[in-house]
């Protein structure tokens, strides 16, 4: 019974952390963000604020996503493994993987399976991009 506990227990916590990850990932992208299209602001590049902001805010949002999902996978299948509950689990990771595909798609401005097309000749053999 100690050992079974003491998993909850670090189950748990890791939940915990990973939702504080996910809320420091927001909070860190939008600080992120707004630093970086204030440097774009001084530098006058007018053309560039909205694109750069959103840009760097989604790919924090994604990130942040992607943390949600691990830790309501743990709480589901670990604390509360029950059909519902599964069920329930079943919906968000549907409706976030929507959500993280829908950013997916406006950063890169293309479909994933695109993306070698859209990218300039020499991005692939450098690795950006």
């Known amino acids: 019974m100690i050992i079974g506990s003491a998993m909850e227990a670090l189950v748990t916590w890791t939940i915990v952390g990973l939702e504080l990850a996910a809320l420091a990932v927001i909070a860190g992208g939008f600080a ?14 007018r053309e560039q604020r909205y694109a750069s902001f959103r840009r760097e805010l989604g790919r924090s949002t994604l990130i942040a996503l992607e943390l949600l999902v691990a830790a309501d ?24 993987t929507f959500l993280s595909f829908s950013i997916d798609v406006e950063l890169d401005g293309c479909w994933p399976w695109e993306r070698a097309k859209a990218r300039p000749q020499g991005a692939a053999e450098q690795g950006t991009l």
């Open 32 to 45: 992120w963000s707004a630093g970086k299209t204030f440097i774009i602001y001084i530098r006058d590049r």
């Open 73 to 96: 996978i743990l709480r589901s299948l670990v604390l509360e493994p029950s059909l519902s509950n599964i069920a329930v689990l079943g919906a968000l990771v549907a409706i976030r």
